[in-house]
T-cell receptor, first 111, second 113 residues
Framework: SQQGEEDPQALSIQEGENATMNCSYK?????LQWYRQNSGRGLVHLIL?????REKHSGRLRVTLDTSKKSSSLLITASRAADTASYFC???????????FGAGTTVTVRA | EAQVTQNPRYLITVTGKKLTVTCSQN?????MSWYRQDPGLGLRQIYY???????DKGDVPEGYKVSRKEKRNFPLILESPSPNQTSLYFC????????????FGAGSRLTVL
């Protein structure tokens, strides 16, 4: 079953702006990951945040995790055209060894 | 290069004609998984394998079979494909199950007429 739900479904921004997307999930998790998918291609891992972490950075990416609200956010700062892609959160539930993906947020960065 | 290789990348077939999508990884990963991706539904897990000879159903296993006879290979078998199996399929692997990063293949786009 789908655990994570991304919001918004689609986002269009100007190059240089920041992009923020959110992920909500239903059950307690061990970890939450974010992946990027360029049109029709395989997903690429961006960042993993553990349930005992609140914030993590990787380059222009900032991920937060609020386990009390069962939600996470991904912020891409100073966006570039190359950031145009779909972004998925994936959760690893406490009592399950499966990684469940949400439906994704499609980000378009306009030049 | 560390990678997950899927074949074929594109396939058009007809209802009922058995087909196999192969998946191979060269990273000695224990965990392998198949997903299908459909518009608006994201990725849904079909089957996964935690190690050789250990496979289990995901969320949408109906109409699919898998096997894991060797660590590196995890083929997806459609015994009698139907049009509702038209989809984009991804194989992925990780060192082990649980809190691990998945490495994805490039995808196999299957059309069943």
């Amino acid at each position: 079953s789908q655990q994570g739900e991304e919001d918004p479904q689609a986002l269009s921004i100007q190059e240089g702006e920041n992009a923020t997307m959110n992920c909500s999930y239903k059950t307690s998790i061990n970890n939450l990951q974010w992946y990027r998918q360029n049109s029709g291609r395989g997903l690429v891992h961006l960042i993993l945040i553990r349930s005992n972490e609140r914030e993590k950075h990787s380059g222009r990416l900032r991920v937060t995790l609020d386990t009390s609200k069962k939600s996470s956010s991904l912020l891409i700062t100073a966006s570039r055209a190359a950031d145009t892609a779909s972004y998925f959160c994936a959760t690893d539930a406490r009592d399950d060894y499966k990684l469940s993906f949400g439906a994704g947020t499609t980000v378009t960065v306009r030049a | 290069e560390a990678q997950v290789t899927q074949n074929p990348r594109y396939l058009i077939t007809v209802t009922g004609k058995k087909l196999t999508v192969t998946c191979s990884q060269n990273m000695n990963h224990e965990y392998m998984s198949w997903y299908r991706q459909d518009p608006g539904l994201g990725l849904r897990q079909i089957y996964y394998s935690m190690n050789v000879e250990v496979t289990d159903k995901g969320d949408v296993p109906e109409g699919y079979k898998v096997s894991r006879k060797e660590k590196r290979n995890f083929p997806l078998i459609l015994e009698s494909p139907s049009p509702n199996q038209t989809s984009l399929y991804f194989c992925a692997s990780s060192p082990r199950s649980g809190a691990n990063v998945l490495t994805f293949g490039a995808g196999s786009r299957l059309t069943v007429l």
